[in-house]
């Protein structure tokens, strides 16, 4: 599991993060710390990834993975939608952390909606100036642009109010993906640990190698698109920023439901959060990694998707 160990800066103080994630952090593996103005930590060392040893990633279902779904946009402020396949596939890994554990097959029985880009900074301030997002106007880009960088700074709560406001706005059913379903586009019928591989290089993604001579942005958000798409024409899976789902956090997947639904549970203390971030190392950001947090937190690493139901 995945947590932060400094308190946001959006936070008081005096409020002491690892207390309120007690229950959670006694399943976590030990944790390494990151660059000194990072707001997470690593649960692992990293991985370097080295391109001469990549393999060609696997296809599970549907049996021809390597075609692009239709693609739409229901307004002209919405977000470009990819339709994805029904399937099945195997969430996690046995080989990961124990959060990602079982690895189990689900079945995503009807083809659904996502979102191609996580949403922009321009998509955002649209809700905003439609009515919408009122729980967060003004969310911060730290100085890094807005544009078509992905939204940070927002909470899970803030997340979900995006998409009701699109909801809202096309008549359309408009949410979050659950934990399922977001593993299962980011993997795009493959098996690999990536999908593009069993390795990643950072022609393929935003994520931290501490190489000054990196990409250019490499520490901060990349605008949307930068890198290339999965089989699926989805964009910016693997790192550039954490992404809400819907599913409330569980320390494993042995209650996780078979059939691609979100994980509910009453009380429900923390969220998860999915596909690693700009901050993180190559080993933190494969198809199985996950990540736990208030909902009501927002940093400068997390961002969304949204989905949509197809009728």
């Known amino acids: 599991m995945r947590y932060p160990t400094k308190i946001p800066t959006t936070w008081a103080a005096g409020v002491v993060l690892a207390a309120a994630l007690a229950s959670a952090a006694a399943a976590a593996s030990a944790m390494l710390s990151q660059s000194d103005r990072s707001l997470f930590a690593a649960a692992q060392a990293p991985l370097h990834s080295d391109p001469s040893v990549t393999r060609v990633a696997q296809a599970q279902t549907p049996a021809d993975p390597t075609t692009p779904g239709r693609t739409f946009r229901d307004c002209s402020e919405c977000p470009e939608m990819v339709e994805v396949p029904a399937g099945k596939f195997i969430m996690g890994s046995d080989s990961g952390d124990i959060d990602e554990k079982p690895a189990h097959e689900v079945v995503i029985a009807k083809p659904f909606a996502v979102g191609k880009y996580e949403v922009t900074f321009d998509e955002y301030a ?18 890094w642009g807005r544009g078509r960088r992905p939204v940070v700074d927002v909470t899970w709560d803030s997340a979900r109010e995006y998409a009701e406001w699109l909801s809202q706005k096309t008549g359309k059913p408009y949410r979050l993906l659950t934990e399922a379903e977001w593993e299962y586009a980011a993997r795009a019928g493959t098996t690999t640990k990536y999908a593009f591989g ?114």
């Open 126 to 143: 649209a809700c905003v100036a439609g009515g919408g997002c009122t729980k967060r106007k003004n969310p911060n880009d730290f100085d």
């Open 198 to 311: 069993d390795t990643i290089t950072h022609d393929q993604a935003n994520f931290a190698s501490g190489n000054p001579t990196g990409k250019a942005g490499e520490g901060q958000t990349m605008e949307v698109g930068s890198y290339p798409p999965n089989a699926w024409g989805l964009y910016d899976m693997h790192g550039n920023v954490w992404e809400w789902v819907e599913d409330c956090y569980d320390i494993n997947y042995e209650k996780v439901p078979a059939d691609g639904t979100a994980r509910i549970f009453p009380g429900c203390p923390t969220r998860a959060l999915r596909g690693g971030s700009w901050d993180y190392p190559a080993d933190e950001i494969h198809s199985s990694v996950r990540f736990a947090l208030k909902p009501a937190y927002r940093l400068d690493e997390i961002g969304f998707r949204v989905a949509r139901s197809l009728e």
